[in-house]
T-cell receptor
Framework: QKEVEQNSGPLSVPEGAIASLNCTYS??????FFWYRQYSGKSPELIMS????GDKEDGRFTAQLNKASQYVSLLIRDSQPSDSATYLC??????????FGTGTRLTVIP | KAGVTQTPRYLIKTRGQQVTLSCSPI?????VSWYQQTPGQGLQFLFE???????NKGNFPGRFSGRQFSNSRSEMNVSTLELGDSALYLC????????????FGSGTQLSVL
């Protein structure tokens, strides 16, 4: 079983809709969770981090964490075509290792 | 402040050859991590260096090695290249091991023929 699992998509949503990206992880002792965005041909960039159960909001982005269910999600409200990218879920497990999922490709249709 | 710089951007090699990739972290960042990215496996952790010492290592064969210099620049070496080594190799830096925010370089696209 992979450490971090994501639906590879592609996920298509119309402009203005809410995009919901999901991620599950296997290591129960994981403490830190991250979402990276990677545009085609570019390197990943950190957009959200979350450490405790519940929701964390930053502009149009909301990260949600449920440690009991080993589940973390990213909601993008009012999706824009510029949000079209691959979204990578990353989980810190062990000393300092960061494990990434394979990513979900999001397409926002104008 | 300049970002993470990786050279070369593209590389084509043949099976059995070896290759060295270079990474210059953001000024002041002492930790450098290397990742391999492929469409099927996603981003996989290779190793991390901090103050010239390898601190963590992923599940890759010994053909993959690295080092870090006193100026925090890092190199990654792959010996006896295999077709399956074709991938985007990404380097990421952070200020230290207590800071979890990674800054990625643009990567080196390695093609093994």
């Amino acid at each position: 079983q992979k450490e971090v699992e994501q639906n590879s998509g592609p996920l298509s949503v119309p402009e203005g809709a809410i995009a919901s990206l999901n991620c599950t992880y296997s290591d129960r002792v994981s403490q830190s969770f991250f979402w990276y965005r990677q545009y085609s041909g570019k390197s990943p960039e950190l957009i959200m981090s979350i450490y405790s159960n519940g929701d964390k909001e930053d502009g149009r982005f909301t990260a949600q964490l449920n440690k009991a269910s080993q589940y973390v999600s990213l909601l993008i409200r009012d999706s824009q075509p510029s949000d079209s990218a691959t979204y990578l879920c990353a989980v810190k497990a062990g000393a300092n290792n960061l494990f990434f999922g394979t990513g979900t490709r999001l397409t926002v249709i104008p | 402040k300049a970002g993470v710089t990786q050279t070369p951007r593209y590389l084509i090699k043949t099976r059995g050859q070896q290759v060295t990739l270079s990474c210059s972290p953001i000024s002041g960042h002492r930790s450098v991590s290397w990742y391999q990215q492929t469409p099927g496996q996603g981003l996989q952790f290779l190793f991390e260096y901090f103050s010239e010492t390898q601190r963590n290592k992923g599940n890759f064969p010994g053909r993959f090695s690295g080092r870090q210099f006193s100026n925090s620049r890092s190199e990654m070496n792959v010996s006896t290249l295999e077709l399956g080594d074709s991938a985007l190799y990404l380097c990421a830096s952070r200020t230290g091991q207590s800071n979890e925010k990674l800054f990625f370089g643009s990567g080196t696209q390695l093609s093994v023929l």
